[in-house]
């Protein structure tokens, strides 16, 4: 019976017992309408997902994009549609959004975001997000004075590690929620952070993700890991969207773009549309748009 081919008799009959229970992941938005529009909604919730950058390129703006586009989508409940596009109308919008940072301040990100985005956005970020300030273990040891990363409370942070601080504020905090951690590239260039210490972190973090039922996106500048640094860190997550920089020909313009280099549940979609990769810009007001679908010939 084993090597009777599937008819579509069997198909049915296996459908009704094996797969009875199966559910479909919930897809959560990334923001940027035309991904969302070819994955039908978004990223499957439970993914880890690296953003590999090269300087500039769009990294940081698509996690500024997604988080402020979730913030107030949340916060106005009917511009959604308008904010996220119609194939977003039955994706989930996780509670909050969780931001880690290490080398930058929770106002130095603000001041940031404030500048890129309209003052909805900025205030519906601001509203809905949840602040992990890790400076103080991130410069301890370092030349930088202490008072240069106080804290509300001057005990907190005294004896926490970088990972084991990332890793306790997840545990408690990224249940429903889009992480962004920012970023890999601080604990890359930290000496309190061993490598194989870092891909375990990153590993038991894709792999608890998928209890928290939210997306975690971890920012990393493309060049600062060697090579083989760099892969193991791929390899240890569900997905790596790459933005790189392009020279015009003939020009000195360059041009950002955004391309899948791995994602299971993604890259199908974009096959099946003959999409290569997302030129990308930054808007002053918009964050992250796409200009176009460049489609493979």
Request: proline fraction near 4%.
């Amino acid at each position: 019976m084993s090597g009777m081919p599937l008819t579509e008799d069997r198909a049915h009959a296996h459908e009704g017992s094996d797969y009875v229970g199966a559910t479909v992941p919930k897809k959560i938005p990334t923001g940027i309408s035309a991904l969302d529009s070819i994955v039908d909604g978004g990223l499957p919730s439970g993914s880890t997902v690296l953003l590999l950058s090269d300087p500039g390129a769009g990294g940081r703006e698509f996690g500024y994009t997604a988080a402020a586009k979730l913030s107030l989508a949340r916060t106005r409940p009917l511009s959604r549609e308008w904010l996220l596009g119609r194939e977003c109308r039955d994706s989930h919008l996780p509670r909050h959004i969780c931001y880690i940072t290490y080398a930058h301040s929770r106002d130095a990100v603000l001041q940031e975001f404030q500048a890129t985005f309209n003052l909805s956005y900025y205030q519906a970020f601001l509203k809905n997000t949840v602040f992990k300030d890790l400076s103080a273990p991130y410069f301890r040891n370092t030349p930088v004075p202490s008072g240069w990363a106080l804290h509300d409370n001057p005990f907190e942070g005294k004896s926490e590690g970088l990972l084991e601080g990332t890793l306790s504020f997840l545990d408690e905090n990224a249940g429903d929620t889009v992480v962004i951690v920012d970023s890999l590239t601080d604990l890359v260039e930290s000496k309190a952070v061993e490598e194989s210490d870092l891909i375990a972190a990153v590993k038991g973090i894709t792999r608890e993700g998928k209890t928290w039922d939210g997306l975690v996106y971890l920012m990393l500048t493309h060049g600062i890991a060697d090579a083989q640094l760099e892969q193991s860190l791929i390899d240890s997550v569900d997905g790596c969207i790459a933005f790189t920089w392009r020279n015009y020909l003939n020009s000195s313009k360059r041009q950002r773009y955004m391309q899948v280099d791995k994602f299971t549940a993604v890259l199908p979609h974009l096959a099946e549309k003959k999409i290569a990769r997302f030129p990308v810009r930054v808007m002053s007001r918009e964050g992250l748009v796409v200009d176009y679908l460049e489609r493979i010939s």
